[in-house]
C-alpha cells in the first residue's frame, strides 16, 4: 500500500513539475501590448520587421484584392471571431479523424500570426495551448486591421520570401499596392505551402493543381462579391497565359481572334437578316 502511495506520490508531483515548468514558459512568451505594437522578430523565420520602416508596409499600402484574397481563402470569418473560428476547427476536426490523419488545419489569421511571431513550426501539444493563449493577446490588444496587417507582412510567400513586399517584388516587380485580382490570387494560393506551390512562378506556368486553385480564389472573390465583374472577367481571360513571358502578346492575339469570330457572326447574322427580308 505504502510502495503504490510512493509510486501515486512521485508520478503527480512529476506531472505538476512538468505543468509547473510549462506554466511558466508560456507565460515567458506571452506579449504584453507593448511587444505586439512594436518591432517583430519572428521565431519561426528569425526576420526582423519594424512598423514605420521602409520594409514594413502599412494595410492601405496593400492592395485590396490581396486582402480579400487572403481573408477569403485563409479565414473567411475573420472579422467575426475573436480569435477561433470553431465551426471551422470542428470540421476540420472530423476530416482529419475520417482520414485517421491531420490533413486539414482550422487555424485562424490570428492563430498564424502567433505562431509566426512567437513560436516554432514544432506541432506539439504545448506549442499548441501556447499558440491559444497568444491567440487571446493578440485579440485582446490589437484590432482586426492591426492583425491582418502584421499577418501580411509577416507571412511567407516562398522559400526565403517573406512579408507581401518581398513577394510582391519577386514575383511580379510590382508594389504591394499594384496587385491585381489575379496577382493577388495567386499569392493567397501559395500560403497553404509556400515552398511546395511556389514551383508554378519558377517553371513559368501553372501547375494543374495551381491553376484549379487560382481559378477557384478568383470565382470565390466575385460569387462573394469582393470583386466586380469586369474584375473577374479580365482575371478569368488572363488566367491561360498567366506567369508566361508573352503572356500579354498571347492574350492580345487571344482578343483579337475573339474579336475576329464575332465579327463574323455579326455578319453571318446580318446575312440572314437580309435574306430573310428578301
Known amino acids: ?118 513560436l516554432t513550426k514544432d506541432k506539439s501539444m504545448v506549442r499548441k495551448i501556447a499558440e491559444a493563449f497568444i491567440t487571446i493577446q493578440i485579440e485582446k490588444y490589437l484590432t482586426k486591421k492591426e492583425i491582418l496587417e502584421k499577418y501580411l507582412n509577416v507571412i511567407e510567400f516562398g522559400q526565403n520570401i517573406y512579408g507581401i513586399k518581398a513577394a510582391a517584388r519577386h514575383y511580379f516587380d510590382k508594389t504591394p499596392a499594384q496587385l491585381d485580382v489575379i496577382e493577388s490570387a495567386f499569392l493567397a494560393m501559395l500560403l497553404p505551402n509556400p515552398v511546395k506551390y511556389s514551383r508554378s512562378f519558377k517553371s513559368k506556368q501553372l501547375t494543374p493543381f495551381a491553376y484549379s486553385r487560382v481559378k477557384t480564389i478568383i470565382e470565390n472573390l466575385y460569387q462573394y462579391n469582393r470583386i466586380t465583374e469586369a474584375d473577374y472577367v479580365s482575371a478569368a481571360q488572363r488566367l491561360e497565359f498567366f506567369l508566361s513571358k508573352d503572356e500579354k502578346e498571347k492574350l492580345e492575339a487571344k482578343s483579337a481572334e475573339q474579336m475576329q469570330e464575332e465579327l463574323l457572326m455579326d455578319e453571318g447574322s446580318q446575312g440572314d437578316e437580309d435574306e430573310e427580308n428578301n
Open 1 to 118: 500500500m505504502k510502495k503504490s502511495f510512493k509510486i501515486i506520490f512521485i508520478v503527480t508531483f512529476i506531472i505538476g513539475l512538468f505543468l509547473f515548468g510549462v506554466s511558466v514558459w508560456i507565460y515567458s512568451i506571452i506579449p504584453d501590448r507593448k511587444q505586439l505594437t512594436s518591432c517583430m522578430i519572428t521565431r519561426m523565420y528569425k526576420v526582423t520587421l519594424c512598423p514605420g520602416t521602409s520594409s514594413y508596409i502599412p494595410l492601405n499600402q496593400i492592395s485590396k484584392f490581396m486582402q480579400k484574397a487572403v481573408v477569403l481563402t485563409e479565414d473567411s470569418r475573420f472579422f467575426e471571431h475573436k480569435g477561433f473560428d470553431w465551426e471551422s476547427i470542428e470540421k476540420s476536426a472530423k476530416e482529419n479523424l475520417a482520414k485517421g490523419k491531420i490533413k486539414r488545419g482550422g487555424s485562424t489569421i490570428t492563430q498564424q500570426l502567433a505562431k509566426n511571431l512567437y
